[in-house]
């Protein structure tokens, strides 16, 4: 019987059958019993048996000697930690540390327990994640209305009638910020009962070119755009729907003063979508028996170009998407938009239902150099570089990578790895050698996906149906490697040793974890004797909505299907008014920041693009996901490449104002007119990835450290102003 395993290399979370000969993964396929993905699977999940085998993956420490990386033991790896760590803060304080988290660890149940302890025993302010190249905007407006920045009401894309895409291509991310396996099942579905898909994206991507209807809008205008809707449906009539109770009546007419500026016909130019198109589109999202209109990272990282300088609204466009479905009626209803009861608990679950703390917007922590503002706890990575290159006594001189690429992942890649080179001590976990950690004087390896256990904590949160499964680990660690867990446990008690100046294990510092999980001590005699992820996952099924056990969950290997998405208002929210806080004052500063820009557009601009055969910088090294539809091309409209004269196939110079870089060109008609589209993840040839189908372009040299986002400290990824020309 082949091994159940739950994919974890994206957020659809497939189910997974591996069959296993000789110790070597043979076959896998999708799980038709799965409950949450019934056998969908993509090229990710088929590749999972490569990464596991792959030669180039790290299964031992490495340390810096001479310059050079080699093998070490886990003990030598941690004393180099210990020393290194201990002479920066004991000489600086613990603010000579950052943290930098990549996004790989919203996919691992062991980073979402353990992490935190990390962070905690650091006690540095300074602590980055990639959520600032992502989706922190929409973090931070869901946080603003609802009280969480995990208060996510995502499509019920199962019995809408309507549903209408900004900025998103989930027929090729399997979904994102929304937990939704076999995307194309649903598309198919939603059409097969009589439903509509409306894509709004500058370039035909796979998901728009299966849509009803496309707008190929100009990049960065979203915001434009969403305003201008949500400006007609108040203009035609409001109906909230389930949230009429739950929003405060004077709301709506504030909303309507500050987004008078925005009719139809304001936007239409700057947009490049007819006026009369907006209209119809906002009439047919109020007018629809049920709709959902969803945005992703187009919505949350694009640039409008005021005044000659790029802005990021990335905070005020996921405003206005929840505006739009609260106005239109969709909120909380079957086909709308609805909340997830997570079976682990989260945090719309915590706490009193009803009622909460909210978010502090912006932070109270200011950074060094720009005195930029936290944000939900973190700093925002455009930030990093200069806090280590620029000097002080209170610089970043170290510097922690979990499952993370900064130098390929954020803006002005080029000086991040020079930064790189200015640090006292760089220490990487992660599975290979980079082109972040190929700089590091520490690589401690973190082992297989199919080496350890899981469950999605996170994704839980985010899921288009209540669903919950557990898969325990396909194989035994190999010789030499350590559990991630007790890496992460083992870096915790250090840096606790370091700062109150008694080192405990990392038994202790797990028993302290699953302390601050169960927060009763009768729980934790009821999970007994397991310990690690295991009693973790035990304590948090026991505590959460529905009361299960992982005991259930080890009983049914398929997972247990907990049903469709159902109404969850009031007792969702954690605003301090216990209301749905539709009109906060940053947002409403946000839109009168809007309606004073002077917008302007730049002649040819670059967007991102996503792809299915990898993961931002990852997998692409592997034999079986190269090549494909994994190409790193710049794709330029027709008219574009005649006017620069470049040649299909052919090379050409991109340039914009932070770097320059040559990109193989991919003439088409699937971009808009003044559109070069790059993927990201890509990147040149280095000592770690240098395999010839992997050699590409790394867009974010071309990305600015400008420019952010105020409230959510959201870097400008997409529709920066470039040139192109022939490489001659």
Request: aromatic content about 4%.
């Amino acid at each position: 019987m082949p091994a159940r395993h739950i994919c974890p290399l994206c957020e659809a979370t497939c189910g997974l059958l591996i069959s296993v000969e000789d110790d070597h993964v043979s076959a896998v396929r999708g799980d038709p019993e799965d409950v949450f993905s019934r056998g969908f699977i993509c090229p990710k999940g088929v590749a999972v048996g490569d990464l596991h085998h792959d030669p180039a993956r790290l299964r031992t420490p490495l340390v810096r000697d001479e310059g050079q990386l080699r093998e070490a033991t886990w003990d030598e790896a941690f004393d180099r930690i210990r020393a290194g760590l201990r002479q920066i803060i004991e000489a600086h304080g613990p603010d000579a540390v950052a943290l930098y988290l990549g996004n790989p660890n919203a996919h691992n149940v062991t980073s979402t327990f353990y992490l935190p302890a990390l962070v905690r025993a650091l006690r540095t302010k300074y602590r980055f994640t990639a959520s600032t190249v992502d989706q922190m905007p929409q973090q931070v407006a869901l946080g603003l209305v609802f009280g969480t920045e995990l208060s996510v009401p995502v499509p019920d894309i199962d019995r809408t009638d309507l549903l209408v895409i900004l900025g998103g291509n989930p027929l090729v991310s399997n979904g994102s910020m929304m937990t939704v396996p076999d995307m194309p099942g649903r598309l198919r579905a939603l059409k097969a009962r009589g439903g509509r898909l409306v894509v709004v994206d500058p370039v035909r991507t796979r998901t728009a070119d299966a849509a009803d209807q496309h707008l190929a809008i100009r990049p960065g205008t979203d915001v434009l755009l969403l305003a201008a809707l949500v400006n007609t449906v108040l203009a035609d009539g409001v109906d909230l729907g389930p949230a009429a109770d739950h929003v405060d009546p004077d709301a709506i007419a504030h909303l309507r003063e500050v987004l008078a500026p925005f009719p139809a016909a304001a936007v239409a130019e700057a947009t490049g979508i007819p006026a009369e198109t907006i209209v119809r589109l906002a009439r047919d999202i109020a007018q629809s028996p049920s709709a959902a209109v969803y945005g992703r990272l187009g919505t949350s990282t694009s640039g409008l170009l005021v005044d000659g300088e790029l802005t990021n609204f990335g905070t005020l466009a996921s405003w206005l998407i929840v505006v739009l479905n609260v106005i239109t009626g969709n909120l909380d209803r079957p086909g709308g938009v609805m909340f997830p009861l997570p079976p682990a608990g989260g945090p719309t679950t915590f706490g009193t239902p009803g009622s909460g703390r909210g978010v502090r917007v912006p932070g109270s922590r200011r950074t060094r150099v720009r005195g930029l503002p936290s944000v939900l706890g973190e700093f925002p990575v455009a930030a990093l570089a200069e806090e280590i290159d620029t000097s002080g006594d209170d610089r970043i001189r170290a510097l922690i990578t979990v499952a993370g690429n900064p130098v390929v992942s954020t803006p002005d890649a080029t000086r991040m790895e020079r930064a790189l080179g200015q640090l006292d001590l760089l220490v990487c976990l992660d599975m290979y050698v980079t082109e972040t950690s190929r700089h590091a004087d520490v690589i401690l390896p973190a082992p297989s996906p199919l080496a350890r256990s899981h469950y999605d904590v996170v994704f839980g949160s985010l899921a288009v149906r209540n669903a919950a499964r557990w898969s325990p680990a396909v194989f035994p660690l190999g010789p030499g490697e350590k559990d991630e867990g007790q890496v992460l446990l083992m870096l915790a008690a250090i840096a606790a040793g370091i700062n109150s100046g008694s080192e405990p294990t990392p038994e202790q510092m797990d028993d302290l974890v699953a302390m601050t999980v169960a927060e009763d001590v009768s729980l934790l005699g009821a999970v007994a004797p397991r310990r690690g992820v295991a009693r973790l996952i035990d304590i948090s099924l026991r505590k959460g909505p529905y009361e299960l056990t992982l005991d259930d969950l080890e009983s049914a290997p398929a997972g247990i299907d907990l049903g469709p998405l159902q109404p969850r208002l009031p007792e969702v929210l954690r605003t301090p008014s216990g209301r749905i806080e539709l009109v906060p004052e940053q947002l409403i500063a946000e839109c009168r920041r809007l309606a004073a820009a002077e917008v302007e557009q730049a002649p040819l601009v670059l967007v991102g693009r996503r792809q299915l055969r990898t993961n931002n910088s990852w997998l692409r090294t592997l034999p079986r996901l190269a090549g494909g539809s994994s190409r790193c091309t710049a794709q330029v409209h027709p008219d574009d490449a005649v006017e620069a004269g470049l040649i299909d196939g052919g090379h050409a110079w991109l340039t914009s104002a932070s770097g320059r870089q040559r990109v193989e060109v991919e003439v088409t008609d699937a971009v808009r007119s003044g559109v070069i589209c790059l993927p990201h993840g890509w990147a040149p040839a280095s000592d770690a990835w240098a395999v010839d189908a992997t050699i590409g372009t790394n867009s974010n040299v071309l990305t600015p450290l400008t420019g952010l986002d105020p409230l959510s400290g959201t870097a400008v990824l997409n529709a920066v102003p470039v040139t192109i020309s022939p490489d001659s």
